[in-house]
């Protein structure tokens, strides 16, 4: 495995990603049923900030920084977060060993074990067996949290439906198999949607070229969803394979009015996160159905 998060973790695409899984994992608290959480792609859970790979890049400052100190960014006139990123930030503040200010960043699955109540469950999906021995040192006591050293997608025919027949699916590779990784979670979705249609789907994507994403969201758009909605945040135009210049998150059967949840959101990532020029963002049903 080339890629590792650890020197990504905390930048503008874990902003988008991570906030938006904080707005699903709360619309299904929303309910008191129990619910099940399963992430194809768990990394070793939680990355050091002050350590060598985040000290390299220093991306998480040009992402969760600029949310964290806006006025050093915007000045003093940058005004409140949305509640829900404001939420989302303070839950990242009370890990233990930020204490003293933002020094570990949590990636989907302690994010997620974080949000979970005693009743709701967690499998952890990780191939690359370091990564998955840390994971499974990280949750050793937490009995809700079950980790499984083996390929994401394959894991999810035995995985699913989960015992709770509610909850989500997080799907959030590396794409080091570039476009051909979209081709590989086409038919992911389309075995997990015939054994559970009625779950729920998050697709995290990164935005180089356009053209690139295009043809999995017209799959998606074809996949028999009712409803699957697509939000993105642009740094830069979409139109250069050799920078990451977005990412977008799509979520097949996604809870109803997320759209609402998530617009102001966005409107504030993008006015926080701008860098050389004015970052963009996107948020449109891609297919809506009526009820």
């Known amino acids: 495995m080339n890629y590792r998060h650890a020197y990504h973790a905390g930048n503008f695409a874990d902003v988008l990603k991570h906030s938006v899984l904080f707005a699903l994992i709360d619309a299904l608290k929303a309910k ?3 619910f099940c959480l399963v992430d194809t792609h768990a990394g070793s859970g939680c990355y ?5 790979e985040a000290g390299k890049t220093g991306e998480y400052k040009e992402g969760i920084a600029r949310l964290l100190f806006p006025d050093l960014h915007q000045g003093p006139d940058a005004g409140p977060l949305p509640p829900l990123l404001r939420h989302w930030l303070d839950a990242i503040l009370k890990l233990p060993g930020n204490e003293d200010g933002l020094r570990l960043y949590p990636g989907s699955p ?4 974080g949000a ?3 009743i ?24 809700r949290v079950h ?5 994401g997608y394959e894991a999810l025919k035995a995985l699913l439906p989960p015992k709770e027949k509610r909850g989500l699916v997080l799907i959030d590779p590396p794409y080091e198999a570039q476009e051909a990784e979209y081709r590989v979670i086409e038919q992911a979705l389309k075995g997990a949607l015939q054994r559970w249609p009625t779950g729920m789907y998050a697709v995290w994507y990164p935005i180089k070229l356009r053209s690139q994403v295009q043809p999995f969201l017209r799959w998606v758009q074809h996949s028999g969803v009712r409803r699957a909605l697509r939000a993105e945040l642009l740094l830069r135009p979409d139109d250069s394979p050799l920078r990451l210049n977005g990412s977008g998150m799509v979520i097949l059967n996604a809870p109803w009015k997320l759209d609402e949840v998530l617009r102001e959101p966005l409107r504030a990532m993008s006015r926080l996160l701008s860098q050389e020029r004015p970052a963009s963002w996107r948020l449109d ?7």
């Open 147 to 151: 980790v499984h050293e083996r390929n």
């Open 116 to 118: 979970l109540r005693d």
């Open 285 to 291: 049903w891609l297919v809506q159905e009526a009820d």
């Open 110 to 113: 302690l994010q997620a074990a």
């Open 120 to 143: 709701d469950s967690a499998q952890l999906c990780e191939l690359h067996p370091e990564e998955a021995a840390r994971l499974r040192e990280l949750f050793r006591h937490d009995r």
């Open 48 to 52: 050091a900030l002050d350590g060598a």
């Open 32 to 34: 008191s049923t129990p």
